[in-house]
Nanobody, 127 residues
Framework: QVQLVESGGGSVQAGGSLRLSCVAS????????MAWFRQAPGKEREGVAVIYSTDSTRYADSVKGRFTISQDNAKNTLYLQMNSLKPEDTAMYYC?????????????????????WGQGTQVTVSS
């Protein structure tokens, strides 16, 4: 079955950097769209970034220019490089496999379009 395992979360000061990883198994990684979501306490889960099988990407406005999503198909691994972190980036970050029918640039990045979730990794940014 599909498994997504995140790592790399932690606590940093504002302005710092973290790199999240997500190792995928149980399916053909390279033919799918993958994404990162996050959920802060008391808030809804929101899409952060998505990467398509062509390696093209799309980001939420709140992280553009600071976060970079990438993948290594040979390692079945998804990454999220987070720079210039802000306290408002504090959240649980989730790796997600997008349902095939929503694997295109015109689909919105929302939780309803996700087929599988990882368990999450906590990111805490202090001011």
């Amino acid at each position: 079955q599909v498994q997504l395992v995140e790592s790399g979360g932690g606590s940093v000061q504002a302005g710092g950097s973290l790199r999240l990883s997500c190792v995928a198994s149980g399916y053909t990684y390279s033919s799918n769209c993958m994404a990162w979501f996050r959920q802060a306490p008391g808030k809804e889960r929101e899409g952060v970034a998505v990467i398509y099988s062509t390696d093209s990407t799309r980001y939420a406005d709140s992280v553009k220019g600071r976060f970079t999503i990438s993948q290594d198909n040979a390692k079945n691994t998804l990454y999220l490089q987070m720079n210039s972190l802000k306290p408002e980036d504090t959240a649980m970050y989730y790796c997600a496999k997008i349902l095939s029918v929503y694997c295109h640039r015109y689909a919105s990045l929302e939780p309803a379009n996700v087929g599988n979730w990882g368990q999450g990794t906590q990111v805490t940014v202090s001011s």
